[in-house]
């Protein structure tokens, strides 16, 4: 089975640094709002899509890089002038996408087996 490292954090100054750790590799980013205490997610698209991008990952060839990014509590998600939305174009949750590349999934794509298959298998 192929692997990729998987990095998780939260918030845009943290995503930067990561995506800058990893120059000239492939960098998918996979975008979903902070959980709660508990561990729970408000966002049920984030909940039901997890385990479909984690099957979907059995599709990525080594040395590739997965970026979790926690993007912050639902307030400041519904901000517009957040900074998800204003410098990445990330407009809802969860987001998985090939860094610098047009392919994205957005919300009730994310929880379709074969576009995340295809987006991972993707060169």
């Known amino acids: 089975m192929a692997s ?9 100054k943290e995503f930067n640094r990561a995506v800058a750790q990893h120059p000239g590799k492939t960098i998918f ?15 049920p698209d984030y909940v039901q899509a997890e385990p479909v991008v984690q099957e979907g990952l059995k599709h990525v060839s080594e ?6 990014c926690q993007r912050g ?8 002038n957040n900074n998800f939305r204003k410098k990445l174009k990330i407009t809802a949750v969860p987001t998985l ?22 987006l991972f298998s993707e060169d």
């Open 4 to 12: 990729c490292e998987e990095v998780s954090m939260s918030g845009i």
């Open 63 to 68: 040395g590739y890089v997965l970026i979790y």
């Open 97 to 118: 996408l090939k860094y610098g590349m047009p392919q994205k999934l957005v919300e009730s794509e994310c929880l379709q087996e074969n576009l995340v298959g295809m």
């Open 73 to 80: 509590e639902k307030s400041y998600w519904k901000d517009p």
């Open 29 to 43: 980013a996979y975008f979903s709002i902070s959980k709660a205490a508990e561990g729970k997610s408000w966002c």
